[in-house]
């Protein structure tokens, strides 16, 4: 998600029907710059270098949005988009439409990683390691981070763990139990619910950790656009 | 209609086809880069990156996101995957008509209000621009 206000001024997208290494290249219709999804910045035309400003957003399922969020509004279907056209693409092993920039085969083109940048550092966290690991305390360049990640829904969160200039060090508590699922932090003992980030007792009691910048990709498509990129492994 | 509009419109169906369909692609991926209308390469200024969360880098300069030469590569016209520009919405007892409780949907959550997006209609579409609690914003796939 990208905010549509750029230099003050709000803007509308289109499709530009180009593509940068497999990924999505808008335009916007005030200006006509190309935009690369990416790389978050215009590319070509007037605004060519300038960065969009990053909304963070969850992908997981319907299930579990509307137990999250159950005064959600959905974007309409009209009774249509039953099935995903690229239904059958996440599953086999092409690399998008131009095929791969180059190969790296430290995991499937096509496994799913929830990849984080944090001023140039970049690493990877493919959900299989996390599938087993679902709490990751981790440093990322110098900052601290936590994955959060829900087998049962698919769902992958990246904070900041630093509260007031200290990392914390979480864990879980119990079993995962979906949206219900609490964190504890080793430092203050404080109970944190996994899927917003928020404290709901102890000594942090009302906190919200950041979100980190993250970006749910396939394997093959991250490390084309992060050739440094670190791999979690669990 | 002039030929040459047709041999135009052949063409696209053709690349929706491979956009689209993806076991259509299969066979003809060998081909794809001569059906591209074109390719080119643009340099790309790097640029301080904005945002609060992200921090100066180790040599005290702001950072910098990627900058350098990318390949561009032209596959369709612009527009002819239709952007969402006027989104309509409905609550959840109506959507839970149309979804299944397992369907992927990206969702946000800004000032109180909370919205979803289908993730195999964002395959569509792309792009909605959309407006949550004030804030205008594209959601893109």
Request: aromatic share 8%; net charge negative.
């Amino acid at each position: 998600m990208y905010s549509r206000t750029i230099n003050g001024k709000e803007h509308t997208f289109g499709v530009s029907g180009k593509l940068i290494m497999n990924a999505l290249v808008m335009y916007d219709h005030q200006t006509d710059t190309l935009w690369s999804q990416f790389l978050r910045k215009g590319v070509r035309g007037e605004l060519a270098g300038t960065e969009l400003e990053v909304i963070p957003v969850i992908q997981t399922t319907w299930g579990t949005w509307k137990e999250l969020h159950p005064d959600t509004l959905v974007l309409d279907k009209r009774g249509r988009y039953s099935r995903d056209s690229y239904r059958d693409y996440y599953q086999d092993g092409r690399a998008g439409v131009i095929g791969e920039t180059f190969s790296d085969d430290r995991l499937e083109r096509k496994a799913m990683v929830v990849g984080v940048d944090i001023a140039g550092n970049t690493k990877a966290y493919p959900f299989g390691a996390l599938s087993d690991n679902p709490v990751v305390n981790d440093t990322v360049g110098e900052s601290h981070t936590l994955v959060y990640f829900d087998d049962s829904s698919g769902t992958a969160l990246v904070y900041d763990r630093e509260v007031d200039g200290n990392p914390l060090t979480f864990r879980l508590e119990g079993e995962p139990n979906g949206i219900l699922t609490v964190l504890v932090d080793e430092e203050t003992s404080s109970r944190w619910m996994a899927f917003n980030g928020t404290a709901i007792e102890g000594e942090l009691k009302g906190q919200t950790l950041d979100r980190a910048l993250s970006h749910l990709s396939f394997w093959f498509a991250w490390k084309d656009w992060n050739p440094d990129t670190e791999l979690y492994s669990g | 209609m002039s030929i040459g509009r047709i041999v135009l419109l052949t063409t696209a169906g053709f690349v929706l086809l491979l956009v689209f369909v993806p076991g259509f692609r299969n066979g003809v991926t060998g081909r794809l880069t001569s059906l591209s209308s074109s390719s080119e390469t643009i340099t790309v200024p790097a640029s301080p990156i904005q945002g609060s969360r992200l921090q100066p880098s180790s040599d005290g300069n702001p950072p910098t996101s990627v900058g350098g030469n990318l390949k561009l590569i032209t596959l369709l016209g612009f527009d002819a995957i239709p952007a969402i520009l006027d989104p309509e919405f409905v609550d959840v007892g109506v959507a839970d008509t149309e979804m299944t409780p397992d369907e992927l949907v990206l969702g946000l959550s800004i000032n109180g209000e909370s919205k979803a997006y289908s993730i195999p209609m964002l395959s569509s579409h792309e792009i909605v621009n959309d407006v949550v609690g004030g804030v205008p914003l594209a959601v893109t796939w």
